[in-house]
């Protein structure tokens, strides 16, 4: 039960930060592109690099903790596009160039339709 603790408790933090940022970026830039989501997917997946680099150079005796807490918790609540960006760079790196190609092309194409075709549900027109 205590993984389900960091988890949600870092989800929480990030979902707070995330939804602040946004309305941040709302009030100072107001424009219909998605400037707000697109520094959030960066800024995420900059701190997701960092926080992995680092937890991985100094491998801290509570590593899988703060790994919940930061990376899954914080983070994932954030945006999920860190994690989406990191298993990328985890099958480049492992020379899986071909899967990681694959995953980018599937997660963009798949979850585009699945959106399309839940608001078409939704909407009575399927």
């Given amino acids: ?48 690099g960092v926080l992995i680099g680092l937890l991985s150079r100094f491998m801290p005796p509570q590593q899988a903790e703060l790994r919940l807490f930061l990376a899954v918790g914080v983070l994932g609540g954030f945006t999920t596009f860190s994690s989406f960006s990191l298993d990328t760079i985890v099958l480049i790196e492992r020379g899986e160039v071909i899967q990681a190609g694959a995953y980018v092309l599937l997660s963009v194409v798949v979850c585009l339709i699945g959106l399309y075709l839940g608001l078409l549900v939704t909407r009575g027109v399927a």
């Fill in 1 to 48: 039960m205590f993984p389900f603790v960091l988890v949600g408790a870092g989800g929480a933090l990030g979902a707070m930060s995330r939804y602040g940022l946004a309305s941040l970026v709302g009030r100072f830039f107001p424009m219909d592109f998605p400037l707000a989501t697109l520094l959030i997917n960066i800024i995420g997946s900059v701190l997701m």
